[in-house]
T-cell receptor, first 110, second 116 residues
Framework: RKEVEQDPGPFNVPEGATVAFNCTYSNSASQSFFWYRQDCRKEPKLLMSVYSSGNEDGRFTAQLNRASQYISLLIRDSKLSDSATYLCVVTSGGSYIPTFGRGTSLIVHP | DGGITQSPKYLFRKEGQNVTLSCEQNLNHDAMYWYRQDPGQGLRLIYYSQIVNDFQKGDIAEGYSVSREKKESFPLTVTSAQKNPTAFYLC???????????????FGPGTRLTVL
């Protein structure tokens, strides 16, 4: 079983739609969780950290479900500029090595 | 400006040649990492370093070498022993948490290596 799994997509949605991605992780000792965004042929950039209580940043909401070992990312009112690959990243306590998922591709069309 | 720089952006190499990719950061981060990304694939860890003069192999270290003589610099050498070196190479750095573990990673713009 892969340590961090994501549905590769692509998720193809119209502008204004709400879309959600999930990411499952296998290590129950995982402590830090992040969502990164990667545009085509560019480096990943931090979108948001994921806290136990959940967190929101504008149109983006991230949640953590420790019992079921997954994190989620919700994007409301999708924009064309949201088209990208979204990477889930998990780090276990005491580890210096973040584990990356393969990413979920989002395409927002007019 | 603070950040991570990688050079060159594009690099072409003939088969059988070694090549060194540069990675410099002025964020005062302790930990630095090298990843490889192939088309449509996730990031795979090549090497990482938690402190100066120390580094560890990642999942795909064969055919690569690194050094960490300065906190700011973590160059990666792709040797001729690497059988399929054409890829997008990403360098990252992060703060090391006092309690152990790593905080957010920040990435350089990457180097796209093509072997001719």
């Amino acid at each position: 079983r892969k340590e961090v799994e994501q549905d590769p997509g692509p998720f193809n949605v119209p502008e204004g739609a709400t879309v959600a991605f999930n990411c499952t992780y296998s290590n129950s000792a995982s402590q830090s969780f992040f969502w990164y965004r990667q545009d085509c042929r560019k480096e990943p950039k931090l979108l948001m950290s994921v806290y136990s209580s959940g967190n929101e940043d504008g149109r983006f909401t991230a949640q953590l479900n420790r019992a079921s070992q997954y994190i989620s990312l919700l994007i409301r009112d999708s924009k064309l500029s949201d088209s990208a690959t979204y990477l889930c990243v998990v780090t276990s306590g005491g580890s210096y090595i973040p584990t990356f998922g393969r990413g979920t591709s989002l395409i927002v069309h007019p | 400006d603070g950040g991570i720089t990688q050079s060159p952006k594009y690099l072409f190499r003939k088969e059988g040649q070694n090549v060194t990719l540069s990675c410099e950061q002025n964020l005062n981060h302790d930990a630095m990492y090298w990843y490889r990304q192939d088309p449509g694939q996730g990031l795979r860890l090549i090497y990482y370093s938690q402190i100066v003069n120390d580094f560890q192999k990642g999942d795909i270290a064969e055919g690569y070498s690194v050094s960490r003589e300065k906190k700011e610099s973590f160059p990666l050498t792709v040797t001729s022993a690497q059988k399929n070196p054409t890829a997008f190479y990403l360098c990252a750095s992060s703060i090391t948490q006092a309690s152990g573990g790593t905080d957010t990673q920040y990435f350089g713009p990457g180097t796209r290596l093509t072997v001719l």
